[in-house]
């Protein structure tokens, strides 16, 4: 499993991370998410041993990957957000490399790239140049390079970015597996429908600190939805409520709002009302 405490991390004057906390348990799928900026890349960053935090923990497995990341990194598979391939050697030759750092060999390096391969729906474009791979296959390339070694750590950055509906689909089944046989995974995501499909709770992260820790249900009920109305005037009206089916059954018995009704819409609470609802609490308690 993965557990962070007290993370700080400046550059300059910039603060990226402010005492990050977060722990994900074996078998549990968490999204991270939050605005341009929030530190999720530069968590991932000090997770994955690659930028050293100026304070606080991250333990992989229970190996302290900021003293030892070698150490640690065995038992993690990081998808990093930006492309790390080689672009003229093809999937076989990029995903045997990396297998090979992981530790795996001959037979069992074998094993493991066509089953990675298969599972993320690249076994047919296995001995084709990455460099010649659409930017969908190429995410998905990168993706199985994390999956190799079934690592009990998963940090996926965004790995659904440029991907097809089929794409996609293949990735979150193959992570919802690795999941479900155990790995604790940790999910940057700015989409928040692929989170309700993983099943995953949610971190929110902001200004390098996560400041909502719950399932979706438990974060979004209460925040207003939006019902609105379309006439065929071409006007709309816009009505909040936190319950818009209720507000449904009351406009559809009044009148003055039926008259010309041609379009009804329901508008769920979006990650943008949770962000608002968080910041407005932030003042609250700042005030
Ligand atoms: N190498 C760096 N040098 C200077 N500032 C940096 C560096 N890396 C990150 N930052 C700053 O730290 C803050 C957090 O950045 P980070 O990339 O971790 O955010 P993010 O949540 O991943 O954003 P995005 O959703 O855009 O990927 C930002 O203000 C960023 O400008």
Wanted: overall charge positive.
């Amino acid at each position: 499993m993965l557990h962070a405490t007290g993370l700080t991390k400046r550059y300059g004057s910039t603060t990226a991370l402010a005492g990050l906390d977060l722990t994900v348990g074996a078998g549990e799928i968490v999204g991270l998410i939050g605005h341009n900026g929030a530190g999720k890349t530069t968590f991932v960053e000090i997770t994955a041993g690659l930028t050293r935090p100026d304070a606080g923990t991250v333990q992989i497995a229970g190996v302290d990957a900021v003293r030892r990341p070698a150490a640690a990194r065995r038992h993690l598979g990081l998808a990093p957000q930006h492309l790390a391939l080689y672009p003229s050697a093809t999937v076989r030759q990029n995903l045997t490399v990396f297998g090979g750092l992981a530790g795996l060999r001959r037979r069992a390096l074998r094993a493991a790239v066509d089953d990675v391969a298969t599972a993320t729906g690249l076994a047919g474009v296995l001995d084709r140049a990455v460099g010649l791979l659409s930017g969908g296959q190429q995410r998905r390339a990168q993706t199985a390079t994390a999956l190799l070694h079934r690592p009990a750590v998963l940090l996926l950055d965004e790995p659904t970015v440029g991907a097809d509906p089929q794409t996609r689909q293949a990735m979150l089944a193959v992570v919802r597996q690795r999941a479900d046989a155990g790995a604790a995974v940790c999910y940057t995501t700015h989409y928040l429908p692929e989170l309700d499909e993983l099943g995953a709770t949610l971190a929110v992260l902001r200004a390098g600190r996560v400041i909502a820790r719950g399932s979706r249900d438990e974060l979004l009920t209460g925040l207003p939805g939006e019902l609105l109305l379309g006439y065929a005037d071409g006007t709309e009206r816009r009505i909040s409520s936190t319950d818009p089916r209720a507000a449904l059954a009351a406009a559809v018995t009044d009148p003055a709002r039926t008259a010309g009704l041609s379009t009804v819409d329901i508008r769920r609470p979006s990650l943008d009302d949770l962000y608002h609802a968080l910041s407005r609490e932030a003042h609250h308690v700042a005030a």
